[in-house]
């Protein structure tokens, strides 16, 4: 058994014929049908029933393909680490984010890094910080885009930027005209805030301590972008960060109003695994979100 009649046998499960899966590996369709025979032989079991029309994996050919497809992806990471160890830039990096930061910051982070590393790949991971959490622990993910504070064993954290909020509010809302807006008045208005487990909820309400005594489910939102057009709709007002308020995401029927100081606002960082073998990749993160043009981000030296 090698890992060329693995690759045949893959070939053949995701196109159902022999004579594409042999043009996709570039052999003539008899030495590909002798391989797998003789794979077969060896493992004294059927992988493939083979029909006039198509070919079906067996129950038993489809986890040995499962495991197949497994061993060819394993033995891809060797050639990546090797080319890693030679250069810590090249190769395929697996980058998560929380969802109130992803959709604001990767385009424009995606292209300061290309620019930088355009052998390093990105594999884009967005969800909520638990979930991110656990990719990153069990080696799924390398680093990840996270509020702070964050604390966890094993974890490194290093802070990014700053980013102030603001209050968005549709144009017909008596707050609409207002040069600010003190966080303490929130209590009384019916604010639209992310579902539990967006660490985005918890900042607002720690930022707002009075709107947090007030506030028991309220009215949610699985997304900043679904609670900006709930806002629009007149349903409410939201708080957003301000790189969500960007000239791309303006729309004729909000205005976005400033706090007055103290802003609240949230600290965003990256996080790591202790060990992690490639800093030179975690410090062209670090050199790309310097680059970034949005108004309000406040970077963070590294130490």
């Known amino acids: 058994m090698t890992l060329t009649v693995l690759r045949y046998i893959v070939a053949v499960a995701q196109e159902r014929h022999f004579g594409r899966a042999a043009e996709r590996c570039f052999i003539s369709q008899p030495a590909l049908s002798l391989a797998i025979q003789k794979l077969e032989e060896e493992l004294n079991a059927s992988l493939f029933e083979r029909k006039k029309s198509e070919v079906t994996l067996t129950p038993l050919g489809e986890q040995i393909v499962q495991q197949a497809q497994r061993v060819l992806e394993e033995a891809e990471q060797i050639t990546l680490i090797a080319a890693q160890g030679k250069n810590q830039l090249v190769g395929r990096l697996r980058l998560g984010a929380i969802s109130t930061v992803g959709p604001y910051i990767l385009p424009d982070l995606v292209t300061a890094l290309h620019k930088r590393a355009p052998q390093m790949p990105l594999e884009i991971e967005e969800n909520l910080t638990a979930n991110l959490t656990r990719m990153l622990k069990s080696g799924k993910l390398d680093v990840i885009l996270i509020a702070l504070p964050f604390e966890e064993p094993g974890i490194i954290s290093e802070a990014l930027y ?142």
Not at 218 to 242: A, D, K
Not at 257 to 280: D, M, N
């Open 162 to 303: 700053d980013e102030p909020f603001k209050m968005v509010v549709p144009v017909t809302h008596p707050w609409a005209k207002r040069s600010e807006v003190d966080a303490r008045e929130l209590s009384g208005q019916d604010v639209l805030l992310p579902h539990a487990g967006h660490c985005f909820r918890q900042q607002v309400l720690d930022s707002c301590p009075d709107l947090s005594r007030s506030d028991a489910e309220g009215i949610q939102g699985n997304s900043l972008e679904t609670i900006r057009q709930m806002v629009i709709s007149g349903l409410g007002i939201t708080v957003m960060p301000t790189s969500a308020l960007t000239a791309k995401y303006q729309h004729k029927r909000l205005v976005a109003v400033p706090f007055i100081k103290p802003v609240p606002q949230r600290r965003i960082g990256l996080a790591w695994r202790r060990g992690f073998t490639r800093p030179a990749a975690l410090e062209v993160i670090r050199h790309a979100m310097r680059t970034l043009k949005i108004p309000a981000l406040t970077p963070i030296s590294s130490s």
